[in-house]
Antibody, heavy 123, light 107 residues
């Protein structure tokens, strides 16, 4: 059974940094691309970042480009999101999600999703 | 960036009724469109991918159709557990984008 468990959320001041983690199990992590998707309180979904299975290529949403970095540790089956220069508008629940399709493919559909971790950017 | 528009914003129906949700793209996404269901305080769940393929474990009452810029999610007969928010999403171009969602609530 595929499991994704995010952690690392919390309250941070504007301009601060936070590192999210997504611990995975139940599938061959090293063969799947992975995503981060966020949802501001009471709002819709926003795709944040994608990383290929081998970490060779990353893509970012325009609102986080240059501030957030997605990475992975295939030896520990864990996905990360390093968030720097945080702003109030980054306040959201952050979900990690697995690519539906494995292998060396580029971004695919999000399936399944973790339960999310809440990031609040406030002074 | 490809913009997805969903209509209606809210759909009020009774259990047993048919639900028809629409998603329109600002440019062709070919068949690269998915639908997700999100219930309160839960993570989204993939329902339909590549416009018309049901994800694993999704009941047959959910179906998707469309190509290019116009897509439809149909729930043939609403069950109590189907009242939720539904999002469409495209993966034709980066950045991947979502529609604003359609809330299906109980009439």
């Amino acid at each position: 059974q595929v499991q994704l468990l995010e952690s690392g959320g919390g309250v941070v001041q504007p301009g601060g940094s936070l590192r999210l983690s997504c611990a995975t199990s139940g599938f061959m992590f090293s063969t799947y691309g992975m995503h981060w998707v966020r949802q501001a309180p009471g709002k819709g979904l926003e795709w944040v970042a994608f990383i290929r299975s081998d970490g060779s290529n990353n893509f970012y949403g325009d609102s986080v480009k240059g501030r957030f970095t997605i990475s992975r540790d295939n030896s520990n089956n864990t996905l990360y999101l390093q968030m720097n220069g945080l702003r109030a508008e980054d306040t959201a629940v952050y979900y990690c999600a697995k690519n539906l399709v494995g292998g060396g493919t580029t971004g695919s559909w999000f399936d399944p999703w973790g339960q999310g971790t809440l990031v609040i950017v406030s002074s | 960036e490809i913009v997805l528009t969903q209509s209606p914003a809210t759909l009020s129906l009774s259990p047993g009724e048919r639900a028809t949700l629409s998603c329109r793209a600002s440019q062709s996404v070919y068949h690269y469109l998915a639908w997700y269901q999100q219930k309160p305080d839960q993570a989204p769940r993939l329902l339909i991918y590549d416009a018309s393929n049901r994800a694993t474990g999704i009941p047959a009452r959910f179906s998707g159709s469309g190509f290019g810029t116009d897509f439809t999610l149909t729930i043939s007969s609403l069950e109590p557990e189907d009242f939720a928010v539904y999002y469409c999403q495209q993966r034709t171009n980066w950045p991947f984008t979502f529609g604003p969602g359609t809330k299906v609530d109980i009439k």
